[in-house]
């Protein structure tokens, strides 16, 4: 098995029910996780970076969260527009500044 | 936001569409994060370790998988009994080596 070399995790507020609720729902997480998928493929870079649904993270009101690791780089209010910035900011080792979660 | 130092997910084969299915829920994914969570609860580690769910990994002939962030350690077939010793390891900056994906 070769592991990516980074994992972009998106919060979807699944519950162990498997329903999915609340706010990152409400605010489309399936739809970021399909636009940094998307932007993955583009750039030609889906065996370097792998991107995974989470479940709910507790941080509902800084949601939808996506998570970035092994830099452990938390990002809030994300939305769909914001795909492109952020798997450039991962491919090129920096940080998507204004959605920072500090 | 207090980042929690590390970040363990538990495969649980959510579907974009919130269902749940195939083989990781059939091994009682949902019994791996529980047991984790009460691991980590009575460790009293809650400040320092985080559980959280994901979505399918493709690995399905692995899985369960569990993943430890930022140490990048991925563990395969787990059960809920080796909660105790994934918590442990990553407490003692240790891996579980018969559980880890080569």
């Not at 998106?10 to 996780?33: M, N, P, W, Y």
């Not at 080792?93 to 204004?98: H, I, K």
């Amino acid at each position: 098995m070769e592991k990516p070399k980074h994992h972009i995790f998106v919060s979807a507020s699944f519950r162990l029910t498997g329903k999915q609720k609340g706010f990152c729902q409400g605010k489309d997480a399936a739809e970021i996780v399909q636009m940094i998928a998307e932007e993955i493929d583009n750039q030609g870079v889906s065996d370097e970076i792998m991107v995974s649904t989470t479940g709910c993270l507790n941080l509902c009101d800084q949601g939808p969260i996506v998570i970035v690791y092994p830099e452990n780089v938390w990002y809030g209010g994300v939305t769909s527009e914001d795909a492109e910035d952020i798997v450039s900011a991962v491919l090129g080792g920096t940080v998507v500044e204004r959605l920072v979660i500090t």
